[in-house]
């Protein structure tokens, strides 16, 4: 006849402060990841407040996009600081993307509000977002829809607005969002579609290339369809509304 052999409380004590030690390692674990995770965006944060951004994530996706298509890669990008980026140009994104930027602290409710009603009744508009989120998104993440990249991106958002500021965002925001296949920036659009400086560009220029930011890749700022005209149109008389900016 066998013998069983029953284990003893010592023999259980042991097996559960092993149990409760890998539980507290992963838990510390998670806490220094998370911890390490804050520390980094913070850093990176503070460091584009002061270095231009040449480089986003949506630039590489890009690049991968026309290699994967059999396409030349094009890239065209140029930093250039606020200063030398016309005002028109400023007051056109914010009459197109975002009228209420310079009063809110980085989200917009009315607008998300309207987004979410219109959508749900299966309207197409374009989405809530406004230029800080669209900023923290296009410098620091990846396209999507997923809850974690929204995340992610209101994260990001209530940063940029606390350490950059509006004029920093705005400088950002026109140096680094696509305005074209392949064309970054305002300066590299102002010369890809109108062959001039960004800092000359007209009411009219500015509110064409405002006008093709929903689909940079499928519209055009010149020789537009009639629906980028009258888009044209509307910007640059929601532009005289903009007044003066004060940053």
């Known amino acids: 006849m066998g013998i069983k052999v029953r284990p003893t409380n010592s023999s259980k004590r042991k097996t559960s402060k092993s149990s409760g030690s890998f539980m507290k390692s992963i838990r510390t674990f998670i ?31 890009r690049a991968f996009e026309h290699k994967k298509a059999g396409k030349e890669a094009v890239f065209s990008h140029d930093w250039e600081p606020l200063e030398n980026i016309s ?29 979410y009603k219109n959508n749900s009744r299966g309207k197409n508009i374009k989405g809530g977002s406004t230029i800080s989120q669209q900023t923290a998104k296009n410098v620091f993440l990846w396209q999507g829809r997923s809850y974690l990249r929204k995340g992610l991106e209101a994260y990001f958002t209530v940063l940029i607005e606390l350490i950059w500021g509006k004029e ?19 300066q590299a659009a102002a010369e ?30 010149t020789s537009s369809s009639s629906y980028i005209n009258n888009r044209k149109t509307k910007i640059v008389r929601v532009m005289r509304t903009v007044g003066k900016i004060n940053y």
């Open 168 to 186: 920093r965002i705005m400088e950002v925001y026109l140096n680094s969002i696509e305005m074209g296949d392949g064309v970054y920036g305002a």
């Open 87 to 115: 005002v028109n140009l400023q007051k056109a994104v914010i009459a197109s993307e975002d009228g209420n930027f310079l009063n809110h602290n980085g989200f917009d409710f009315i607008a998300l509000q309207k987004a």
């Open 192 to 221: 890809h579609w109108y062959r001039k400086g960004a800092a000359n560009l007209t009411p009219l220029q500015a509110a064409g290339i405002a006008a093709i930011l929903p689909n940079p890749r499928r519209f055009t700022a």
């Open 31 to 61: 806490l220094k990841f998370f911890l390490f995770g804050i520390g980094l965006s913070v850093f990176f944060v503070v460091l584009f407040k002061f270095v231009p951004v040449h480089f986003t994530p949506l630039m590489v996706i």
